[in-house]
């Protein structure tokens, strides 16, 4: 089992940029590919953006490509969301996840972080 954290949400204005952190604990080799979902009040869970172990996989979601960068430190055990030219439709509640197979569906990663808050006002 993997234990995720997120930290690094919060209110910030259009335009602007927040970097999101995740450390996982546990069986951390389980945790080859991670990724970011997100999701807003009244809506479905989506994909963001995930990482292979090495960094050499990735992929974003259409939506952030350009504005959004995942990254990692192994050593770290940690991923990041380093979010720039925000939007207020970038608001959501932000979800770590790891697992042990490239995915961008929400059931291809078996732990989940409890949630980082990202407001962005107009």
């Known amino acids: 089992q993997v234990q995720l954290v997120e930290s690094g949400g919060g209110l910030v204005q259009a335009g602007g940029s927040l970097r999101l952190s995740c450390v996982a604990s546990g069986r951390t080799v389980s945790s080859a590919y991670m990724a970011w979902f997100r999701q807003a009040p009244g809506k479905a869970r989506e994909f963001v953006a995930a990482?292979?172990?090495?960094?050499?996989?990735?992929r974003y979601a259409d939506s952030v490509k350009g504005r959004f960068t995942i990254s990692r430190d192994n050593a770290k055990n940690a991923v990041y969301l380093q979010m720039n030219t925000l939007k207020p439709e970038d608001t959501a509640v932000y979800y770590c996840?790891?697992?042990?197979?490239?995915?961008?569906?929400?059931?291809?990663?078996?732990?989940w972080g409890q949630g980082t808050q990202v407001t962005v006002s107009s």
């Open positions: 996840a790891a697992g042990s197979v490239p995915a961008i569906t929400a059931n291809g990663f078996a732990s």
């Open positions: 990482i292979g172990w090495s960094g050499s996989w990735s």
